[in-house]
């Protein structure tokens, strides 16, 4: 509980942090004080980050479903756009003195070079004075006495006055003046990184969330098997994970899916966990389409982690009345000549379910090829054990957001692709969908026909 709570401190620091970066650059550097500008942006940059947190908690909290999806777009697309307006911004900042340095020159040789000084005429009622040393000349009167004239004080100890060319210096311990100039430099600098920063954060948000709304494109790998049977060469199973039904992404997204995989016209179909972000209840209308999927050997399911927040056995259920074959930690033989298996996610272990492999591979004929269904990739270690050949997963979102693929490569053994670990290859799908944002940036969605190919043929 410590440690949670030392967790939750220091994130919430660095989002306090990193929103008064975004205020200071995008707000204050920008408008003026008191002005209606200045007042809508601090509004938004109080509001926003707390429509976040009410989408990141209603769902969890229970919430009414319609309040889940109020909070849910400007929340997350919120999120978003604060990822990459700070790192826009970050950018900027190394932009901002050249920007600056080369304003300066260019109005210093527009100006032009400084006209030099005219000596001031002497005051009329001045006489001026004559030379003693010329012969007759007469002297000049004296003026009439005055006061003593007060001892002349040290140089150090007159105090400077404004000459007629420039402002007066600043009193001690206070920063001199800014030149009028030199303020409108900053403000036009400040206005320019910034308005560029919000354009290439929002044209960035944007594009990735049409990518999600548009639905996600089929990509083919072809994976040669020792084991395949000459029979099964060329075989086709489409791989759906991470479709994440929610508040935001409903029943039009598990359409677009469901229309996407059927026009591949794949042998099998292998939906490999976190397909849901909420309870049946919510959604279970949103996932009907899943009934219409068409494939030769049918259709297969496993659950994700998101699954074990969402009531995994409904769903479990629901899935099988909508057609397909949930596979908890159980295997059967495909005609074509090789083993299915599938697991439970591992995040079931918390709720006494998780995976069990021997369960699920413990007794088959190893002469046989085995295809294992796993939503995380980080089971292949057990995969290669049980002398799995291939191990489909999903879970990673291909890190959904750059740079986030930098901590995903870091928690799992394989971010997105097929590599192989021993005798046994792992296949891993950037996913359908989209958990939180509804964007990707630099790994877009997709579904992907994974074609067996039998080294026999």
């Keep these: 509980m410590g440690v949670f709570l030392l967790v939750l401190i220091v994130v919430v620091a660095l989002l306090a942090a990193v929103h008064r970066y975004v205020w200071q650059r995008l707000v204050r550097d920008v408008t003026k004080p008191g002005g209606l500008p200045r007042r809508l942006g601090t509004a938004a940059l109080v509001v926003l980050p707390l429509l ?10 229970g919430a009414p479903f319609p309040l889940q999806q109020a909070v849910a777009w400007p929340g997350y697309l919120w999120a978003a756009l604060l990822l990459y307006v700070t790192l826009a911004l970050l950018v900027g900042e190394a932009v901002r003195p050249a920007l600056r340095g080369w304003l300066a020159r ?55 006055e404004p000459g007629p060319a420039g ?79 929610g508040p935001i992404l409903g029943r039009a997204h598990t359409q677009r899916i469901v229309d996407a995989v059927n026009s591949a016209q794949p042998d099998l179909i292998a939906v490999v966990g976190d397909l849901v972000d909420g309870t049946v209840a919510d959604l279970g209308s949103a996932a009907e389409p899943l009934a219409r999927l068409r494939a030769r050997h049918g259709s297969f399911f496993v659950t994700g982690n998101h699954e074990y927040f969402s009531g995994a056995d409904a769903w479990v259920d629901h899935v099988r009345e909508l057609g397909l074959r949930p596979l908890r930690n159980e295997r059967l033989e495909i005609p074509a000549g090789f083993d299915l298996a599938g697991v439970d996610d591992i995040a079931g272990e918390s709720q006494g379910q998780g995976p069990d492999f021997a369960k699920a591979l413990g007794d088959r004929d190893r002469a046989r090829a085995a295809v294992l269904l796993a939503h995380q990739p980080v089971v292949v270690h057990d995969a290669v054990r049980h002398g799995v050949d291939l191990q489909l997963s999903g879970h990673t979102h291909g ?36 958990w939180g944002p509804p964007v990707r940036v630099g790994a877009p969605s997709d579904i992907t026909i994974v074609q067996l190919a039998s080294k026999q043929a």
Excluded at 53 to 60: E, G, H, N
Excluded at 197 to 225: C, N, S
Aim: charged letters at 15%.
């Design 106 to 160: 260019r109005d210093a040789r527009t100006a032009g070079p400084s006209p030099a000084p005219v000596p001031e005429p002497l005051p009329a009622s001045v006489p001026e004075p004559v030379p003693a040393s010329v012969p007759g000349a007469a002297s000049a009167p004296e003026p009439p006495s005055a006061a003593p004239a007060a001892p002349e004080k040290p140089a150090s100890a007159v105090p400077d």
């Design 167 to 245: 402002p007066a210096s600043a009193p001690a311990g206070e920063k001199p003046p800014v030149a009028p100039a030199e303020v409108s430099r900053r403000l036009f600098v400040s206005r320019v990184v910034g308005g560029t920063a919000a354009a290439v954060a929002a044209g960035t948000v944007g594009y990735g969330t049409y990518g999600v709304l548009r639905g996600p494109r089929i990509k083919r790998v072809t994976v040669p098997l020792a084991k395949v049977p000459r029979a099964a060469h060329g075989y086709r199973i489409a791989v759906v994970s991470d479709v994440h039904l």
């Design 52 to 61: 976040f947190v009410a989408a990141m908690a209603s769902s969890r909290l």
């Design 399 to 434: 890190g959904q957001l750059w740079p986030g693929n930098l901590i995903a490569e870091l928690a799992n053994p394989t971010l997105a692709g097929l590599e192989r670990y021993g005798d046994t290859q792992l296949y891993v799908s950037r996913g359908a969908g989209a």
